[in-house]
């Protein structure tokens, strides 16, 4: 097995998904993050309010979102899914669930430049033209649950990732 070095703490790991989150997926091929997960989790528990803060200011400042979202049920975290007469397409997470629904009802509309969401979106508009997005969940624990989720229903387009 190949290990990795962690671009915080310097430290020498085993490369896969037990020491590594799912980074970047490129043609196909899914890479690990350069920060290790220890790493990552005390990075993301020392920026949450910053986080928080922007969310709630993003909101405040973009009259669009506004009306798009209730105030209160911006702050729902949990597991979604893109799925077409039962199958599921697509399993995600986030920790602004609503918000993510809204955009993913906007990008059958209009893809942003991502390629990875423009050649997912192509395929679900020509092959799926009438997908619809649902919430599986709602929970705290959201990126288990998106991989328990995944692991469970198999979704058809999940290497596209968003």
Known sequence: MKNKVCKSCKQEKPANFSFYYKGPTYKGKTYLSPKCKVCSDEYTRKNYSKYKDYRKSYIKNNPWVKEQIKSKATEVQGVYGL????????????????????????????????????????????????????????????LEKEQYYINKLKPKYNEYGM
């Not at 077409?84 to 990008?107: A, I, M, P, Q, T």
């Open 83 to 142: 799925y077409d007469k039962g199958v599921c397409l697509y399993v995600g997470e986030s920790s602004w669930l609503n918000h993510r629904l809204y955009l993913h009802k906007s990008y059958t509309r209009k893809p942003n430049n991502s390629k990875s969401q423009k050649g997912l979106y192509e395929i679900l508009n020509q092959n799926h033209p009438n997908f619809i997005c649902g919430i599986i969940e709602e929970c705290d624990n959201h």
